[in-house]
Nanobody, 127 residues
Framework: QVHLVESGGGLVQAGGSLRLSCAASGRTFSSYAMGWFRQAPGKEREFVAV????????AYPDSVKGRFTISRDNAKNVVYLQMNSLKPEDTAVYYC????????????????????WGQGTQVTVSS
């Protein structure tokens, strides 16, 4: 079992920045990759970023590429999502997730690839 807790959400003006954290505990050694997803009201949950624990390979969708950066601290079992140049359309609940199964990076954008999820943290970007 892997327990995930997100933090760092809040209210920010457009153009501002936030850094989200996801602290992992439990059987973290069994995790292969960590991802961030988000869900806006009335919309489906969507992929935001992923990083593999060992090699640090990352991937992003075009909607956040160049603005968001995912990183990890293996010693602390924490994954971060640095979000810059925020836009009102980035408003959503942000979730971190852990995948325990090896997969090519392209497959890690799919929710079904993840076994554990955090409770989410709200990010609101005002215009």
């Amino acid at each position: 079992q892997v327990h995930l807790v997100e933090s760092g959400g809040g209210l920010v003006q457009a153009g501002g920045s936030l850094r989200l954290s996801c602290a992992a505990s439990g059987r973290t050694f069994s995790s292969y990759a960590m991802g961030w997803f988000r869900q806006a009201p009335g919309k489906e949950r969507e992929f935001v970023a992923v990083i593999t624990w060992s090699s640090g390979i990352t991937a992003y969708p075009d909607s956040v590429k160049g603005r968001f950066t995912i990183s990890r601290d293996n010693a602390k079992n924490v994954v971060y999502l640095q979000m810059n140049s925020l836009k009102p359309e980035d408003t959503a609940v942000y979730y971190c997730a852990a995948s325990s199964t090896f997969a090519i990076i392209g497959q890690l954008s799919r929710m079904a690839q993840y076994d554990y999820w955090g409770q989410g943290t709200q990010v609101t970007v005002s215009s």
